[in-house]
């Protein structure tokens, strides 16, 4: 609340005081968003998780201390280093393979993240090419992509998921195909409102008057004005396509064995919780930190992208 | 209000079309020959193959195949199971109320502690009560569910004996079936403790589902009670020297909770994707589980016509849930 103001009875100075100081440059764009970016504590640490996981999956030769996929035959599911019977051979454990249950999980972030990566990178890229169609030509056409996109978001999304894995056949790859499907009308819902919202404005008129190709209008003029929501989508966008493909996974309908990805880790897991809780609980909470990194980075983004925040 | 209703509906028309020709498209887009994978791993004979070839229509130019899929469809014939051989839309019906107990459980669990949360975090903005609340919610968010529900088992279950693993009812009890909820008819049935065994089935699968709604509710309620506080009508009422609570819970509260009731009712999608997974993990015998073991099976008719059916709920509901949001709020109503 704020106190009641006195300027109604302020003498209004007479002679106006020019202020000749030079203004400072504006920041360069990449220094302005860091600083809004940067005010928020919970998108730095989301940024910096997000790094480790990448290093750890670019390096998992070097990080992981087993083979993935080694079966190590005189040690069935031991525990964690700290629990009784467990040992520092097998930092959190094996599987009821025997496998090294932190090595798979290094591996898994290699899996995850770039399945992730080309889930996000197909989705969006076909996402923002018809989303740019539906809004710059509208008509016929917008109807046509945009009642797609309504039946795609009819079906719940794991559903729809699930639909195009029965299709394809479970693999890693098909439910990558499926993840970028579900993922698509988002991504062209986005567009397509940021580009009406873009087309009338008056730059774009002025680019049109002085003969810009259509074209140059989509891609040069329009396009980078509307992208600031597709990559905050984007980045939430990544930590959905890790969810639903370990979800698929999980239901044996993603990665297959032994393929040592997150989801497809837990898929027999209920079978341990009574006497292996190791083998429930690591894979998940890679999943877990792993999105939770990414939901962090984008609603930093959100509110450092979005213009009506900053103050 | 009559015109806005009728617009509604005729918008969702075209997209109940696209979802029949994504059905109508499931069963032939699957590599192979659909009779082949009807008749299974055993295989047929040619003669048994050309007669459930004319059978099912397969014979047919594609367009009037399509015809008599909508035919079918509308006159609620959805084809039989190929493993039970029982007509799709019976099992549908006998599985679904078990689905919709577990979500509207789920619901309501979401919106009795995420709504609190909401204004309490927006209430006391920047306490320590704030940032946990909202630490906590963010990670509901990210939860995968599966994972959380192996959890809750294995703490609540397995460590402290407290629920039972999987199903509705303990095997102990048989309840007749008359509103296929099961809490409603083990009160009904008057047999002692057949309640009891039937909420502590119910309830770590509905904290397991309600989780994720949970989280969105009480984010999109803080966010949305900030909004509201900012707002001159709740300075005038603080002016006025309303008591605080009057302010929140009357003049705030009633207008935060539009856009809360929104989410709520677009919910039902996220609701049934989720209980895909629960039902999946704690054995309970509703639809999600049946879709995920038709697709292991290899039982087209029944992805096919759960497909289109979960679609038909989930549109309706949406419907729904707009035409409710036009009533409460005339200035979507009268949008052009």
């Known amino acids: 609340m704020t106190p009641p103001t006195e300027t109604a009875t302020e003498v209004v100075p007479t002679t106006e005081v020019v202020d000749t100081t030079p203004t400072e440059a504006p920041p360069h764009p990449i220094v302005e968003f860091w600083r809004y970016f940067s005010t928020n504590r919970g998108p730095v640490i989301g940024l910096v998780i997000i790094v480790i996981l990448v290093l750890v999956a670019l390096f998992a030769d070097v990080l992981a201390l087993h083979p993935p996929n080694e079966q190590y035959r005189e040690a069935f599911l031991a525990p964690p280093f700290w629990a009784e019977g467990g040992s520092t051979r097998f930092l959190l454990g094996t599987d009821d393979l025997g496998r090294d249950i932190l090595s798979r999980i290094i591996f898994g972030a290699r899996v995850s993240l770039s399945i992730g990566f080309l889930v996000v990178t197909l989705a969006l890229t076909v996402g923002v090419a018809l989303g740019l169609i539906a809004g710059f030509f509208r008509g016929v056409i917008e109807t046509g992509i945009m009642r797609t996109m309504d039946v795609m978001l009819a079906l719940p999304s794991l559903l729809l998921a699930i639909v195009i894995v029965a299709i394809l056949g479970p693999s890693l790859l098909n439910a990558a195909m499926a993840v970028v499907i579900v993922q698509l009308p988002h991504f062209v819902r986005l567009t397509r409102a940021a580009v009406i919202t873009e087309m009338s404005r008056d730059y774009v008129t002025a680019s049109r008057v002085s003969g810009a190709s259509a074209f140059r209008l989509m891609l040069i003029t329009v396009l980078p004005n509307c992208l600031a929501p597709v990559i905050v989508q984007a980045t939430l966008g990544f930590s959905t396509a890790v969810l639903d493909l370990a979800a698929l996974g999980f239901l044996g309908m993603g990665a297959q064995p032994p393929t040592p990805e997150w989801g497809t880790m837990l898929a027999n897991a209920l079978q341990f919780v009574q006497r292996a809780w190791w083998v429930v609980t690591f894979p998940g909470l890679a999943i877990l930190i792993t999105v939770l990194a990414f939901n962090l980075l984008g609603d930093g983004l959100r509110d450092a992208l979005d213009p009506k925040l900053k103050r | ?336």
């Open chain 2, 1 to 336: 209000m009559l015109a806005f209703i009728l617009k509604r509906i005729a918008l969702v028309i075209p997209t109940f079309i696209g979802v029949t020709l994504l059905t109508f498209a499931l069963i032939r887009l699957v590599p192979g020959d659909p009779i082949e994978l009807l008749a299974g791993e055993r295989g047929i004979d040619p003669e048994r193959h050309a007669a459930l070839r004319a059978e099912l229509g397969l014979d047919k130019p594609i367009v009037s195949q399509y015809g008599i899929y909508i035919s079918d469809v509308l006159s609620g014939d959805l084809g039989r199971s190929i493993v039970t051989k029982t007509p799709v839309l019976d099992e549908f019906l006998s599985l679904f109320p078990a689905t919709v107990e577990l979500a509207l459980c789920a619901i309501l669990f979401a919106i009795a502690i995420g709504i609190p949360l909401g204004i309490f975090a927006a209430v006391k903005r920047g306490s320590v009560f704030d940032y946990t609340t909202m630490g906590v919610a963010l990670t509901g968010y990210s939860m995968p569910i599966f994972w959380w529900a192996l959890l809750l088992i294995l703490l609540f279950s397995v460590q402290l004996g407290w629920t039972p693993v999987s199903g509705r009812l303990s095997v102990m009890y048989y309840v007749e079936s008359v509103t296929g909820f099961m809490l409603i008819d083990t009160l009904l049935s008057g047999e002692k403790g057949a309640f009891q065994s039937a909420v502590s089935h119910l309830i770590l699968p509905a904290i397991a589902l309600g989780t994720i709604p949970l989280a969105v509710i009480a984010r999109m309620t803080r966010s949305s009670m900030l909004e509201v506080l900012g707002e001159d009508y709740i300075r005038t009422a603080r002016a006025k020297g309303l008591a605080p609570f009057r302010v929140i819970a009357l003049h705030a509260l009633r207008n935060a909770l539009i856009p809360v009731v929104t989410v709520i009712g677009l919910a039902v999608g996220v609701l049934f994707a989720g209980a895909i997974l629960t039902e999946t993990i704690f054995a309970w015998p509703g639809v999600g589980k049946w879709l995920v073991e038709s697709v292991r099976r290899r039982d087209y008719p029944v992805l096919q016509g759960g497909v289109l059916l979960v679609a038909t709920v989930v549109m309706a509901v949406n419907l729904f849930v707009d035409i409710l949001y036009g009533l409460i709020n005339p200035r979507i109503r009268h949008q052009r």
